[in-house]
């Protein structure tokens, strides 16, 4: 029996496009930041060639205009379960693990994203995915109440449900199953006016925590946000405050930089709603503030080394005068930090912080085998191999907390004492989750190898 399956590729690119137009329409302020990005990084690119030219031979040039992540809460362990198999169509799979409690956040989460050199070239569309962690509402009986509300909804369709099984029982969907796919897995992401709680329960989840009103309160984890991709952040920050778009104060992660590392990120408040409460005498009027929009910048993916250098640094500067974030200086502090990390390619790839994509040059295309066999610093030298920059994919705890608490009304929120529960959460989750780390140093070693064929 031969089938005519559509790659999982194409139904992640079909599947991205649909979200982005659904938020779009949903959330319109999200369209205008999408013009300023492509606006910013059209302007970036003509004013640098050299950076056209990575972006080529690294294959991010064409995944750009379409490159976004977005975020979802969801509530409990089957739904978590479900997402991993409904982003397993797609070729998603979770990646990483990240405690956001210590940042007074109760939830633990990953990303689901793909993970092959090809699959990220072809679109590399992510989903920062949060479990509530529900033991760490303290009121028992609020607790219960959470329980059996999120008991009681089921965030999937029918459809969905029965075409991802179909899918894991035949290895693939074809066209039109895999279309109807994509349009059934949009119903969990749509956002619901309609809340599934009175006023009066949200109100009580809201006191508890707002982030546990936004997960219980609606029949689904509408996407919060969706985050294009920018080459040049810090213009796309001014020029959101040039549109009167109220952007966040301070840009999350690294400072900016000659070569840019990881991950910096942006975004705009979120936006107070009308919201629906079903009541004993009617419906209530009311609002929820969960959705917003996102830009980010990625850089060099860090080795070990280099992530423990990042990590030390940015709390060097989050910690010197104990004003975290917030304190006004706070960009000063960073920059001076980061003064002890080395911003050239030379001295990130020798030193081992960063991984890197290795290629022939033309010239090294034409050499013969045995002296393509030199040492990958004996051929940069040489001219005959480039060193490229990997591209991070994944996210940040301490940013992802920044953007979490700038959504939550700006007050810093206090740390729950709980540790991080890796273990629990891949058991909610039902697989391991994959170790970033690890799969940048196989993309490099790829290269590597590939040097010497
Ligand atoms: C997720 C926040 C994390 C990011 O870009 O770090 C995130 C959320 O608010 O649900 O999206
Ligand atoms: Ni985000």
Redesign the pocket.
């Known amino acids: 029996m031969s089938r005519n399956f559509m790659s999982s590729d194409e139904i992640r690119s079909l599947f991205a496009q649909a979200m982005s137009d659904m938020y779009r329409n949903e959330v319109p302020l999200y369209g205008a930041l999408m013009e300023l990005v492509a606006k910013v990084n059209a302007e970036t690119l003509a004013a640098n060639p050299a950076l056209e030219d990575q972006l080529t031979r690294n294959h991010e040039r064409a995944r750009l205009d379409q490159e976004r ?1 977005g ?1 979802i ?1 969801v509530g409990t362990a089957e739904e978590l379960t479900m997402l991993r198999r409904l982003f397993a169509v797609m070729g998603m799979v979770p990646v990483g693990y990240y405690d956001l409690s210590v940042a007074g956040v109760p939830v633990h989460s990953t990303a689901f994203r793909p993970v092959t050199a090809e699959a990220l070239a072809r679109n590399p569309f992510r989903v ?1 995915t ?1 479990l509530l962690r529900l033991e760490l509402i303290e009121d028992a009986e609020l607790r219960a109440e959470v329980d059996a509300i999120l008991q009681q909804r089921d965030i999937f369709t029918e459809g969905a449900r029965a075409l991802i099984a179909q899918c894991e029982r035949d290895g693939g969907l074809e066209e039109a199953d895999a279309r109807q796919f994509v349009r059934e897995a949009l119903e969990t992401f749509r956002w619901h006016g309609d809340a599934t709680v009175s006023h009066a329960t949200y109100h009580a989840l809201h006191d508890a925590h707002r982030l546990i009103a936004d997960v219980v309160s609606f029949r689904g984890p509408h996407i ?2 969706l ?1 294009p991709r920018t080459l040049d952040i810090d213009a796309a920050q001014e020029e959101m405050q040039a549109r009167g778009i109220d952007a966040k104060a301070v840009i999350e992660g690294p400072p900016r930089r000659l070569v840019p590392i990881l991950l910096r ?1 942006t975004s705009f408040k979120a936006l107070e709603e009308a919201v629906a409460f079903p009541g004993d005498s009617g419906t209530e009027r009311g609002t929820h503030t969960a959705r917003f929009g ?1 830009i ?1 910048q990625r850089g060099l993916a860090l080795t070990p080394k280099g992530r423990a250098l990042y990590d030390q640094l940015l709390n060097q500067a989050r910690e010197a005068g104990g004003a975290g974030s917030t304190g006004g200086d706070y960009s000063e502090r960073l920059a001076a930090a980061f003064a002890q990390f080395p911003d050239d390619l030379d001295t990130l790839r020798r030193e081992g912080l960063g991984y890197f994509h290795y290629a022939l040059t033309e010239r090294g295309l034409a050499e013969s085998s045995s002296a393509r066999s030199l040492p990958a610093e004996a051929l940069i030298a040489a001219g005959l191999a480039t060193a490229d920059p990997i591209v991070y994919e994944d ?2 705890p301490v ?2 907390a920044g ?2 608490q700038s ?1 939550l009304g700006g007050a810093e929120q206090h740390a729950y004492a709980a540790h991080e529960s890796r273990d629990e959460f891949e058991a909610a989750l039902g697989a391991k989750v994959a170790d970033e780390f690890a799969l940048y140093a196989d993309l490099e070693a790829a290269s590597l190898a590939a040097l010497r064929q």
Do not use: K, M
């Open positions: 992540h975020a809460r920062f949060s919060n946000h985050t990120q996102e980010e996210f940040l940013s992802a953007i979490f959504n």
